[in-house]
């Protein structure tokens, strides 16, 4: 076989921080009869690796301080128990079938990472891992002369000799930047250096939910789905794909719990964009699957800061990190299957002892007396202990090297900050966000050239065709001459008069304790229109300082703009009931032209006719599905600036939709 080394020894390279490769580790174990595990970690993690391994699903990790060259910062090196780290999972595995394992790395002082840019591990479901170690096998670096590397590539090759004197069917696994050398020191019995002293031991750690994503190959919503198939004894063929989809789903169900909506524009057909958009995004990065630079990146193209944020929130979740931690007693394993606790380590000799039995039985026995675990905050190539401080951090299970990018955000803000905010409102200020005036008058221009033309198709004349076609042809009397074998064509008069008013009604029945924010602006400027609107109460939804944000229930706006009174306080408008009526009474009312626009879920109501004959106008009605949820939705939303100074910064906290 192309991984074995012996006849007792068998290779399984792997790219650290894969769920891929940790099923195929996962899967190569059980498939076999091996009678002991050999792992690329020093013998020093043995104790606290696997008292890791049976708190999980709970992530922890397993750090050991350095000796720190520069002296700027205490330094530490760290296995992350990561469920989708391929030697955690097999280490988890031997555990659980009684299998020996062997820490059989060399022991340094100070760890050196190892990184590379590696191929998506996701062409292993269609690629034979041969194969693919094949590939890379060129593309390599082979270890410099004296280097950490090429040390430790000697002695794990020794340890292995060693190894082969007490079991018959090994299988060892180590990175697939280690493999071929490790191989080689085997084949031709290289001389190997002696082990460092290590005059500490290994502490576990707990690890704060909100920094999982500094320590694990795979998003922590990722991990969380490995570990909820496991828990749940299902399949995990698919997660790399079908968890991103997942993924999705719950980002969206967070973004519309979070905004309260009733309907929203992530429809399953926006779903569908979204999905090809990341797919041609990861392609264009020569990946199979997306990062989360790259799914973020699409949620703000399609969705907005929000959707971005909701998503981002979403991905870093790890619900089993929420709960309590594990205590001792909640251990499914009993008595003599329980870990020694070691609270300190003597120095490791030169020779160390790599075997371990599967779990020591001293006189101590039983469950560690008590975890006492830290829990610290991750970085990127830092963590915070409680009683250190910050702290340089070393992965010796890092995979592929990661890129850090930038992407601008602006997420909701904090409860405590929009308190504030809300205090030092100016009720005497108020004015709006010029992209949003050209965002609304740009909508309210098209529905005014969308009356029109509804106003001249209604005057629209059918002819055959002969020199002309016109303003078209005419599909249905063309087709309903079909046996002349005749075209005709339409033509479409100009129409006659304009169109000053147009009123917006977004909900059917708005509830007026809802929309309890009800005002009149005049235009700034010749291009502006007058606008007169029910709303949400701005001050409840507070964006930034002297920013507010309000969602609008209906409207109506004049142009060219005039001034005209409140219609809020005027008292000829009395006799409506609801704030739709008084709109469109309004809208009725002041309107110079006889047609007056209306857009709305619903077909004019008879009180909106009888309205339109009391003022000897006509409603042209444009129903609201005829635009998409998302134009709708972004029409909808606007901010309110606690005075025009206030224009200077806010695009800092305006998010976009």
């Known amino acids: 076989m192309f991984f074995s080394i012996s006849k007792k020894i068998e290779i399984l390279p792997i790219i650290h921080g894969s769920g891929d490769f940790a099923k195929v580790a996962r899967h190569k174990i059980l498939s076999s009869h091996f009678d002991c595990l050999a792992v690329s970690i020093p013998p020093s993690f043995k104790n606290s690796v696997e008292s890791g391994i049976r708190l999980l699903p709970s992530i922890t990790i397993s750090a050991l301080e350095e000796e720190d060259a520069d002296g700027e910062m205490d330094v530490f090196s760290f296995v992350p128990i990561d469920p989708c780290q391929g030697i955690i999972a097999a280490l988890r595995v031997a555990i659980e079938e009684g299998i020996n394992r062997a820490y059989i790395d060399r022991e340094v002082s100070s760890f050196e990472t190892q990184r590379g840019y590696f191929p998506d591990p996701y062409a292993l479901k269609n690629v034979p891992l041969e194969k693919f170690a094949l590939a890379l096998l060129s593309a390599v670096p082979i270890p410099q002369k004296e280097s950490q590397q090429e040390k430790r590539v000697r002695w794990m090759a020794y340890q292995l000799h060693q190894l082969e004197l007490q079991y018959n069917n090994i299988l060892f696994i180590c990175s697939i930047l280690d493999w071929p050398f490790v191989r080689d020191s085997y084949n031709r019995r290289l001389p190997y250096p002696e082990s460092e002293n290590i005059y500490q031991s290994p502490q576990l750690h707990n690890v704060e939910e909100k920094t999982l994503f500094f320590i694990l190959g795979e998003l922590p919503y990722i991990t969380y789905l490995y570990e909820k198939k496991r828990e749940g004894l299902l399949s995990d063929s698919n997660i790399s794909i079908d968890g991103i989809k997942e993924l999705l789903i719950e980002s969206r169900k967070r973004f519309i719990k979070q905004y309260e909506l009733n309907q929203h524009y992530l429809t399953p057909n926006v779903l569908q964009v979204f999905m090809k958009y990341v797919r041609n995004l990861s392609l264009l990065e020569s990946r199979m699957t997306p990062d989360l630079w790259t799914l973020s990146t699409a949620a703000k193209q399609i969705g907005g800061d929000s959707f971005a944020v909701a998503l981002l929130e979403t991905a870093k979740l790890y619900p089993y990190q929420s709960n309590t931690h594990p205590s001792p007693q909640s251990s499914p394993l009993q008595g003599e299957e329980a870990i020694e606790s070691i609270p300190s380590h003597p120095p490791f000799n030169k020779g160390g002892n790599i075997l371990n039995s599967p779990f020591e039985k001293g006189e101590q026995g039983g469950f560690l007396d008590e975890w006492n675990l830290n829990t610290i905050e991750m970085g990127i190539d830092r963590a915070e202990f409680p009683d250190r401080g910050v702290v340089k951090m070393k992965n010796r299970l890092s995979g592929s090297e990661i890129t850090w990018r930038h992407l601008s955000l602006k997420p909701k803000a904090e409860i405590k900050k929009q308190k504030i905010w809300k205090f030092m409102w100016d009720p005497y200020g108020q004015c709006s966000w010029p992209p949003e005036d050209k965002k609304i008058e740009s909508f309210n221009s098209h529905i005014r050239e969308q009356t029109k033309a509804l106003l001249g198709e209604d005057l629209a004349r059918t002819e055959k065709f002969t020199t002309s076609v016109k303003d078209g042809i005419d599909i249905r009397d063309t087709l309903r001459h079909w046996y002349t074998g005749d075209i005709y064509v339409k033509e479409i008069p100009p129409s006659r008069g304009s169109v000053d008013a147009v009123v917006f009604i977004f909900e059917a029945n708005p509830d007026p304790m809802k929309y309890n924010w009800k005002q009149t602006w005049y235009a700034e400027h010749g291009e502006e229109s007058t606008l007169c609107f029910y709303a949400t109460p701005y001050i409840e939804d507070m964006v930034g300082p002297g920013i507010a944000r309000s969602t609008y229930g209906g409207c ?78 972004r029409v909808r939303k606007f901010h309110v600036l606690n005075g025009k100074e206030i224009r200077s910064y806010a695009s800092r906290f305006i998010q976009e939709f």
């Open 556 to 633: 109506f706006m004049l142009f060219p703009p005039r001034h005209i009174p409140d219609i809020w306080q005027d008292i000829r408008f009395e006799n409506t009931e609801t704030l739709d009526e008084r709109l469109i009474s309004a809208a009725l009312f002041y309107s110079r032209e006889r047609h007056v626009a209306l857009v709305a879920p619903k077909h004019p109501t008879l009180k909106w006719k009888r309205l339109a004959r009391r003022y000897k106008k006509n409603l042209v009605y444009i129903p609201l599905k005829r635009f998409s949820l998302q134009t709708i939705d």
